[in-house]
Protein backbone atom coordinates (compact mmCIF):
# COMPACT_ATOMS: atom_id res chain seq x y z
CA UNK A 1 0.00 0.00 0.00
CA UNK A 2 1.29 3.54 -0.92
CA UNK A 3 -1.66 5.88 -0.03
CA UNK A 4 -0.13 7.29 2.87
CA UNK A 5 3.73 6.30 2.71
CA UNK A 6 4.46 9.04 0.83
CA UNK A 7 3.45 11.91 3.72
CA UNK A 8 6.42 13.10 5.11
CA UNK A 9 6.26 13.81 8.85
CA UNK A 10 8.26 16.01 10.76
CA UNK A 11 10.54 13.97 11.95
CA UNK A 12 12.09 12.85 8.54
CA UNK A 13 12.33 16.43 7.36
CA UNK A 14 16.19 16.43 6.35
CA UNK A 15 16.46 19.64 5.94
CA UNK A 16 16.76 21.38 9.36
CA UNK A 17 15.62 25.06 8.34
CA UNK A 18 12.25 23.21 7.33
CA UNK A 19 11.75 22.32 10.56
CA UNK A 20 12.82 25.90 11.93
CA UNK A 21 10.09 27.19 9.26
CA UNK A 22 7.33 25.18 10.44
CA UNK A 23 7.50 25.91 13.91
CA UNK A 24 7.26 29.28 13.16
CA UNK A 25 4.35 28.97 10.83
CA UNK A 26 2.34 26.88 13.56
CA UNK A 27 3.25 29.57 15.99
CA UNK A 28 4.73 27.16 18.61
CA UNK A 29 5.38 28.45 22.11
CA UNK A 30 8.31 27.06 22.96
CA UNK A 31 10.03 27.83 19.78
CA UNK A 32 9.01 31.20 19.81
CA UNK A 33 9.76 31.84 23.96
CA UNK A 34 13.73 31.30 23.14
CA UNK A 35 15.34 34.50 23.54
CA UNK A 36 15.89 36.08 19.72
CA UNK A 37 14.83 33.00 17.66
CA UNK A 38 15.30 35.11 15.05
CA UNK A 39 18.48 36.26 15.23
CA UNK A 40 19.84 32.50 16.37
CA UNK A 41 20.73 30.01 13.86
CA UNK A 42 19.17 27.10 12.45
CA UNK A 43 21.64 24.75 14.10
CA UNK A 44 21.16 26.84 17.68
CA UNK A 45 17.60 26.71 17.44
CA UNK A 46 17.44 22.87 16.73
CA UNK A 47 20.11 21.78 19.56
CA UNK A 48 18.00 23.55 21.95
CA UNK A 49 15.25 21.79 21.11
CA UNK A 50 17.21 18.34 20.56
CA UNK A 51 19.40 18.96 23.54
CA UNK A 52 17.02 20.09 26.02
CA UNK A 53 13.88 19.20 25.06
CA UNK A 54 13.88 16.30 22.65
CA UNK A 55 10.32 17.00 21.69
CA UNK A 56 8.44 13.72 20.76
CA UNK A 57 7.36 14.99 18.01
CA UNK A 58 10.76 14.83 16.54
CA UNK A 59 10.78 10.92 15.87
CA UNK A 60 9.86 8.84 12.94
CA UNK A 61 10.29 5.57 14.31
CA UNK A 62 6.96 3.57 16.20
CA UNK A 63 7.07 1.06 18.90
CA UNK A 64 4.56 -1.27 18.68
CA UNK A 65 2.94 -3.31 22.15
CA UNK A 66 0.13 -5.44 22.80
CA UNK A 67 -2.81 -5.99 25.31
CA UNK A 68 -4.90 -9.39 25.29
CA UNK A 69 -8.41 -8.70 26.04
CA UNK A 70 -8.75 -9.26 29.91
CA UNK A 71 -11.13 -11.69 31.46
CA UNK A 72 -15.32 -10.74 31.98
CA UNK A 73 -15.52 -8.03 34.59
CA UNK A 74 -11.87 -8.18 35.45
CA UNK A 75 -10.35 -5.15 37.29
CA UNK A 76 -6.46 -6.91 37.51
CA UNK A 77 -3.68 -4.94 35.93
CA UNK A 78 -3.09 -6.15 32.24
CA UNK A 79 0.89 -6.85 30.77
CA UNK A 80 1.73 -5.25 27.69
CA UNK A 81 4.00 -7.65 25.14
CA UNK A 82 5.87 -6.59 21.96
CA UNK A 83 2.80 -8.20 18.96
CA UNK A 84 5.74 -10.39 18.42
CA UNK A 85 5.44 -12.52 21.70
CA UNK A 86 1.59 -13.08 21.14
CA UNK A 87 0.44 -16.33 19.90
CA UNK A 88 -1.85 -15.43 15.98
CA UNK A 89 -5.65 -16.49 16.61
CA UNK A 90 -5.83 -18.91 13.53
CA UNK A 91 -9.89 -18.50 13.73
CA UNK A 92 -9.57 -15.05 12.61
CA UNK A 93 -8.33 -16.29 8.79
CA UNK A 94 -11.08 -15.23 6.33
CA UNK A 95 -13.17 -13.94 8.72
CA UNK A 96 -14.20 -9.96 9.34
CA UNK A 97 -13.08 -7.75 11.82
CA UNK A 98 -13.85 -4.06 13.78
CA UNK A 99 -11.43 -1.93 13.84
CA UNK A 100 -11.59 0.86 16.55
CA UNK A 101 -9.70 3.37 18.05
CA UNK A 102 -9.52 3.36 21.89
CA UNK A 103 -6.66 6.35 22.39
CA UNK A 104 -4.93 9.09 20.97
CA UNK A 105 -2.10 10.70 23.19
CA UNK A 106 -1.10 13.62 22.53
CA UNK A 107 1.92 13.86 24.79
CA UNK A 108 3.40 17.23 22.61
CA UNK A 109 3.21 18.18 19.23
CA UNK A 110 4.23 21.24 17.34
CA UNK A 111 2.45 24.27 17.92
CA UNK A 112 1.08 23.46 21.39
CA UNK A 113 -2.37 24.45 22.56
CA UNK A 114 -5.06 23.00 21.46
CA UNK A 115 -4.45 20.10 18.77
CA UNK A 116 -6.86 19.85 15.87
CA UNK A 117 -5.39 16.01 14.83
CA UNK A 118 -6.64 14.86 11.09
CA UNK A 119 -6.02 11.04 11.60
CA UNK A 120 -6.11 8.83 8.95
CA UNK A 121 -6.28 5.17 8.69
CA UNK A 122 -6.14 2.95 5.42
CA UNK A 123 -6.26 -0.72 4.68
CA UNK A 124 -7.18 -3.23 2.42
CA UNK A 125 -10.49 -5.04 2.73
CA UNK A 126 -10.25 -8.57 1.21
CA UNK A 127 -14.00 -9.54 -1.17
CA UNK A 128 -14.13 -12.61 -3.10
CA UNK A 129 -10.87 -12.65 -4.95
CA UNK A 130 -10.33 -9.34 -5.18
CA UNK A 131 -9.00 -6.76 -3.07
CA UNK A 132 -10.22 -3.41 -2.31
CA UNK A 133 -8.49 -0.35 -0.87
CA UNK A 134 -10.10 1.52 1.64
CA UNK A 135 -9.38 4.12 3.86
CA UNK A 136 -11.04 6.40 6.86
CA UNK A 137 -10.58 9.99 8.15
CA UNK A 138 -11.99 11.48 10.88
CA UNK A 139 -10.43 14.38 13.51
CA UNK A 140 -10.05 15.09 17.18
CA UNK A 141 -9.40 18.05 19.37
CA UNK A 142 -7.24 17.36 21.87
CA UNK A 143 -5.35 19.52 24.72
CA UNK A 144 -0.92 19.65 24.63
CA UNK A 145 -0.58 16.68 27.16
CA UNK A 146 -3.47 15.36 27.34
CA UNK A 147 -6.00 12.31 25.22
CA UNK A 148 -9.12 12.72 22.94
CA UNK A 149 -12.31 12.03 24.35
CA UNK A 150 -12.53 8.90 22.59
CA UNK A 151 -12.89 5.04 23.45
CA UNK A 152 -14.03 2.67 21.38
CA UNK A 153 -14.22 5.21 17.70
CA UNK A 154 -15.29 3.44 15.18
CA UNK A 155 -13.28 3.44 11.92
CA UNK A 156 -13.55 0.05 9.81
CA UNK A 157 -16.97 -2.11 10.59
CA UNK A 158 -16.44 -5.53 9.12
CA UNK A 159 -12.95 -5.40 7.74
CA UNK A 160 -12.57 -8.61 6.06
CA UNK A 161 -9.62 -10.76 6.28
CA UNK A 162 -7.60 -13.03 4.28
CA UNK A 163 -5.88 -15.87 4.71
CA UNK A 164 -2.99 -13.45 5.16
CA UNK A 165 -3.95 -11.72 7.47
CA UNK A 166 -4.37 -7.74 7.50
CA UNK A 167 -2.22 -4.79 6.96
CA UNK A 168 -2.91 -0.92 8.07
CA UNK A 169 -1.54 2.34 7.68
CA UNK A 170 -1.84 5.00 9.76
CA UNK A 171 -1.24 8.71 9.64
CA UNK A 172 -1.53 12.03 11.93
CA UNK A 173 -1.99 15.68 10.55
CA UNK A 174 -1.97 18.46 13.08
CA UNK A 175 -3.64 21.09 11.59
CA UNK A 176 -3.17 24.64 12.94
CA UNK A 177 -4.70 26.50 9.50
CA UNK A 178 -8.36 27.70 10.56
CA UNK A 179 -9.39 28.09 6.98
CA UNK A 180 -8.63 24.59 7.21
CA UNK A 181 -9.85 23.59 10.39
CA UNK A 182 -13.77 24.71 8.84
CA UNK A 183 -12.93 21.74 6.44
CA UNK A 184 -12.07 19.19 9.23
CA UNK A 185 -15.79 20.45 10.54
CA UNK A 186 -17.30 18.30 7.45
CA UNK A 187 -15.36 15.03 9.12
CA UNK A 188 -17.69 15.38 12.38
CA UNK A 189 -20.92 15.16 10.64
CA UNK A 190 -23.17 12.31 11.58
CA UNK A 191 -22.24 10.26 8.17
CA UNK A 192 -18.23 9.91 9.48
CA UNK A 193 -19.20 9.00 12.98
CA UNK A 194 -20.07 5.45 12.55
CA UNK A 195 -17.17 4.37 10.85
CA UNK A 196 -16.60 2.66 7.37
CA UNK A 197 -19.29 -0.01 7.03
CA UNK A 198 -17.77 -2.87 5.14
CA UNK A 199 -19.52 -5.85 3.00
CA UNK A 200 -17.96 -9.22 1.77
CA UNK A 201 -18.80 -7.64 -2.07
CA UNK A 202 -16.92 -4.93 -3.50
CA UNK A 203 -18.85 -1.85 -3.31
CA UNK A 204 -18.56 0.56 -6.06
CA UNK A 205 -19.04 3.87 -3.56
CA UNK A 206 -15.91 2.79 -1.70
CA UNK A 207 -13.27 4.04 -4.29
CA UNK A 208 -14.34 7.72 -4.87
CA UNK A 209 -14.86 8.02 -1.08
CA UNK A 210 -11.07 6.49 -0.49
CA UNK A 211 -9.81 9.05 -3.17
CA UNK A 212 -11.82 12.04 -1.87
CA UNK A 213 -10.60 11.24 1.93
CA UNK A 214 -6.69 10.63 0.94
CA UNK A 215 -7.05 13.51 -1.39
CA UNK A 216 -8.01 15.75 1.68
CA UNK A 217 -5.47 14.52 3.77
CA UNK A 218 -2.39 14.96 1.71
CA UNK A 219 -3.86 18.33 0.46
CA UNK A 220 -4.14 19.54 4.11
CA UNK A 221 -0.38 17.90 5.19
CA UNK A 222 0.75 20.51 2.12
CA UNK A 223 -0.09 23.97 3.71
CA UNK A 224 2.10 26.14 5.60
CA UNK A 225 0.59 26.20 9.24
CA UNK A 226 -0.27 21.81 8.62
CA UNK A 227 2.61 19.32 9.73
CA UNK A 228 2.38 15.77 9.54
CA UNK A 229 3.49 14.30 12.92
CA UNK A 230 2.79 10.27 12.89
CA UNK A 231 2.75 7.64 9.90
CA UNK A 232 3.09 4.26 10.54
CA UNK A 233 2.55 0.77 8.79
CA UNK A 234 1.77 -2.52 10.59
CA UNK A 235 1.50 -5.62 9.32
CA UNK A 236 -0.57 -8.26 11.28
CA UNK A 237 -0.63 -11.95 10.25
CA UNK A 238 -0.60 -15.59 11.41
CA UNK A 239 2.78 -16.72 10.68
CA UNK A 240 5.59 -17.85 13.33
CA UNK A 241 8.52 -15.72 12.28
CA UNK A 242 10.38 -14.31 14.92
CA UNK A 243 10.14 -10.72 14.13
CA UNK A 244 6.49 -11.25 12.54
CA UNK A 245 3.22 -8.72 14.15
CA UNK A 246 0.88 -11.76 15.15
CA UNK A 247 -3.36 -10.32 14.21
CA UNK A 248 -5.10 -11.21 17.51
CA UNK A 249 -8.30 -10.14 19.16
CA UNK A 250 -7.17 -7.26 21.53
CA UNK A 251 -5.18 -3.75 21.60
CA UNK A 252 -2.47 -2.46 19.51
CA UNK A 253 -0.39 0.23 21.16
CA UNK A 254 1.77 2.26 18.52
CA UNK A 255 3.81 5.18 20.58
CA UNK A 256 6.15 7.54 18.69
CA UNK A 257 9.37 7.00 19.96
CA UNK A 258 12.64 7.80 18.93
CA UNK A 259 14.15 4.06 18.60
CA UNK A 260 12.41 0.93 18.10
CA UNK A 261 14.24 -0.17 21.88
CA UNK A 262 13.24 3.05 23.65
CA UNK A 263 9.97 0.87 25.35
CA UNK A 264 10.44 -2.08 27.57
CA UNK A 265 7.01 -3.57 28.12
CA UNK A 266 8.08 -5.34 30.85
CA UNK A 267 8.41 -2.08 32.65
CA UNK A 268 4.27 -1.42 31.84
CA UNK A 269 1.14 -2.33 32.80
CA UNK A 270 -2.16 -1.33 31.42
CA UNK A 271 -4.66 -0.72 34.81
CA UNK A 272 -8.01 -0.83 33.79
CA UNK A 273 -9.60 1.19 37.00
CA UNK A 274 -7.69 4.01 35.29
CA UNK A 275 -8.01 2.94 31.50
CA UNK A 276 -4.36 4.14 31.80
CA UNK A 277 -0.67 2.82 30.81
CA UNK A 278 1.37 3.42 33.60
CA UNK A 279 5.29 2.40 34.62
CA UNK A 280 5.57 -0.52 37.30
CA UNK A 281 7.84 1.18 39.33
CA UNK A 282 6.45 4.53 39.64
CA UNK A 283 3.10 4.63 38.32
CA UNK A 284 3.88 7.77 35.66
CA UNK A 285 2.18 7.81 32.33
CA UNK A 286 4.23 7.37 28.71
CA UNK A 287 5.52 10.35 28.06
CA UNK A 288 5.50 9.92 24.37
CA UNK A 289 2.78 10.36 21.25
CA UNK A 290 0.49 7.37 20.84
CA UNK A 291 -2.37 5.65 19.55
CA UNK A 292 -4.14 2.96 20.87
CA UNK A 293 -6.46 0.87 18.17
CA UNK A 294 -8.70 -2.43 19.21
CA UNK A 295 -9.22 -5.68 17.23
CA UNK A 296 -12.39 -6.94 17.43
CA UNK A 297 -14.03 -10.14 15.67
CA UNK A 298 -17.37 -8.44 13.79
CA UNK A 299 -20.37 -9.83 14.88
CA UNK A 300 -23.48 -9.79 12.54
Known amino acids: MTSLTDLKVIGEYDDPELIVSKLEQMKDPEFLEQPDVREKGVEDILNIFNSVQNPPWSHATHQ ?146 TTLTLGLVKALAKRNENVPVQKFYLGLDFEDAAMGIRLAEGNYIAVQVPDETTIDWNKWIYKPQLGQILHKADGSSLEYNYLVFRVSRYVD
Request: net charge neutral; proline share 8%.
Open 64 to 209: FGYIAPPPPGSTEVQVIQHPSAIKADPTLKNSRLNIRLDRLRIHKYPGGGLHNVLVSFAARNQVADAQEFVSFSQTYRVPEGQSAGIAGYPVFIGLNVGSQGIAFECSTVNVKNEADQAVLSALESSPFQTGLELLTTAQPAIAPF
